[in-house]
């Protein structure tokens, strides 16, 4: 059998556990690597839920399914062959495993909370990166893309330390997520420490993000510590 695990916001985990997960599943092998198993976590919550749950389940080997990178057209393989491709891959992320059919309540094993801060945003390696504006990259109505456009304008400039600073004191939720996004890594950790006590939960997670992809030390430790439930 091979075991696959799916993500699905928490106000379904009845359902789930009533009758299974509609086709198609989008779902990721469960590798020995947890940062990779769970890797389209945050890009997940990026579309509108925040609290989302794991469902492990499992698949018959000669089980047919579609493997591939979300931006390339899949390949039909066996559920064990899947496994295989992506176990042995040198960096499997943006990849992910299709199930054309149904998938029972009988073949959900587990049902967990899905971890908070693994995975990547946007793309794969994309923190700290420029995003670009473009309408191939940032499709019309995708979540804050109108916002995005606005703040790179036409040229996409990168914004000034300064200007980020400013950002993380802002009243919008957005602006300040903006803000830490955007950092990719610059300046202390002391500048920003005080989102620790940020009444939105979002800016919050978006801070753990951060401390996790781009900062080392023990500030940053500390800080992450805070962070942690």
């Given at each position: 059998m091979s075991r696959f695990v799916h993500l699905t916001p928490a106000r379904l985990t009845a359902t789930v556990r009533r009758g299974g997960l509609g086709a198609p599943v989008y779902c990721f092998p469960v590798l020995p690597s947890h940062t990779l198993t769970y890797q389209w976590a945050r890009e997940l919550r990026r579309r509108g839920a925040r609290e989302f749950v794991a469902v492990t389940f499992v698949l018959p080997d000669s089980e047919p399914v579609d493997v591939g990178h979300y931006g390339k057209p899949p390949e039909r393989v066996t559920a064990a062959r899947a496994v295989a491709i992506l176990r042995t891959m040198p960096d499997p992320r943006g990849y992910e495993v299709v199930v054309p059919r149904r998938v029972t309540a009988r073949e959900v094993r587990?049902?967990?909370?899905?971890?908070?801060?693994?995975?990547?945003?946007?793309?794969?390696?994309?923190?700290?990166?420029?995003?670009?504006?473009?309408?191939?990259?940032?499709?019309?109505?995708?979540?804050?893309?109108?916002?995005?456009?606005?703040?790179?304008?036409?040229?996409?400039?990168?914004?000034?330390?300064?200007?980020?600073?400013?950002?993380?004191?802002?009243?919008?939720?957005?602006?300040?997520?903006?803000?830490l996004w955007s950092l990719g890594g610059r300046g202390e950790v002391a500048d920003f420490a005080f989102l620790a006590e940020h009444p939105d939960p979002e800016v919050r997670d978006e801070l753990a993000e951060v401390l996790t992809e781009s900062y080392r030390g023990p500030a940053a430790r500390a800080l992450l510590e805070r962070l942690t439930p």
């Amino acid at each position: 059998m091979s075991r696959f695990v799916h993500l699905t916001p928490a106000r379904l985990t009845a359902t789930v556990r009533r009758g299974g997960l509609g086709a198609p599943v989008y779902c990721f092998p469960v590798l020995p690597s947890h940062t990779l198993t769970y890797q389209w976590a945050r890009e997940l919550r990026r579309r509108g839920a925040r609290e989302f749950v794991a469902v492990t389940f499992v698949l018959p080997d000669s089980e047919p399914v579609d493997v591939g990178h979300y931006g390339k057209p899949p390949e039909r393989v066996t559920a064990a062959r899947a496994v295989a491709i992506l176990r042995t891959m040198p960096d499997p992320r943006g990849y992910e495993v299709v199930v054309p059919r149904r998938v029972t309540a009988r073949e959900v094993r587990t049902i967990r909370p899905a971890p908070r801060v693994t995975g990547w945003r946007y793309m794969p390696a994309a923190h700290g990166r420029r995003p670009c504006a473009c309408p191939g990259c940032l499709g019309r109505g995708q979540i804050g893309a109108a916002r995005l456009r606005r703040r790179l304008g036409e040229d996409g400039a990168r914004q000034g330390y300064a200007e980020l600073l400013a950002g993380l004191r802002s009243d919008d939720p957005d602006e300040v997520r903006w803000a830490l996004w955007s950092l990719g890594g610059r300046g202390e950790v002391a500048d920003f420490a005080f989102l620790a006590e940020h009444p939105d939960p979002e800016v919050r997670d978006e801070l753990a993000e951060v401390l996790t992809e781009s900062y080392r030390g023990p500030a940053a430790r500390a800080l992450l510590e805070r962070l942690t439930p």
